[in-house]
Structure formats: C-alpha cells, structure tokens
C-alpha cells in the first residue's frame, strides 16, 4: 500500500487538505513518520475514521 501524503490523502477522501491537517491534530489520524514528514496509509486512515463515527456523542463522534 502506498503512503499518502496529505494533499493525496485528502483527494482519496473527497475532503480539503486543511480538513486532513485538523483531525490530525484534534484526533491523532494514524501516520507514518518519514524523517520529519507526516505520511498516511488510506486502510488505516479509514479504519480510525470508521471507528471514530461510530463512537458515542463527545468521544470523538464525526471526524471533522
């Protein structure tokens, strides 16, 4: 599986990049680091998605 970056990411979700970089920071998207970049695997990044929609409301329900 590639790694994604977040521009491509954000293409493969039908989202806006800055959408990728909030839930990142307020959720904790899994990544991979590569030196200092940030890189993404989609099967992961759906997986926690997924989990995160179907968590109660106020734990991390909804992902934007």
Same mark, same amino acid.
């Given at each position: 599986?590639?790694?994604?970056?977040? $521009?491509?990411?954000? $293409?493969? %979700?039908?989202? +806006?990049?800055?959408? &990728?970089? +909030?839930?990142?920071?307020?959720?904790? &998207?899994? *990544?991979?680091?590569?030196?200092? +970049?940030? $890189?993404?695997?989609?099967?992961?990044?759906?997986? *926690? %998605?997924?989990?995160?929609?179907?968590?109660?409301?106020?734990? @991390?329900? @909804?992902?934007?």
């Amino acid at each position: 599986e590639k790694l994604l970056t977040a $521009r491509e990411l954000a $293409r493969e %979700l039908k989202c +806006r990049t800055e959408q &990728i970089y +909030r839930v990142l920071s307020k959720q904790g &998207i899994p *990544f991979v680091p590569v030196g200092k +970049r940030k $890189r993404y695997l989609l099967s992961q990044v759906v997986a *926690f %998605l997924q989990m995160q929609s179907n968590a109660p409301h106020g734990q @991390g329900g @909804g992902w934007y």
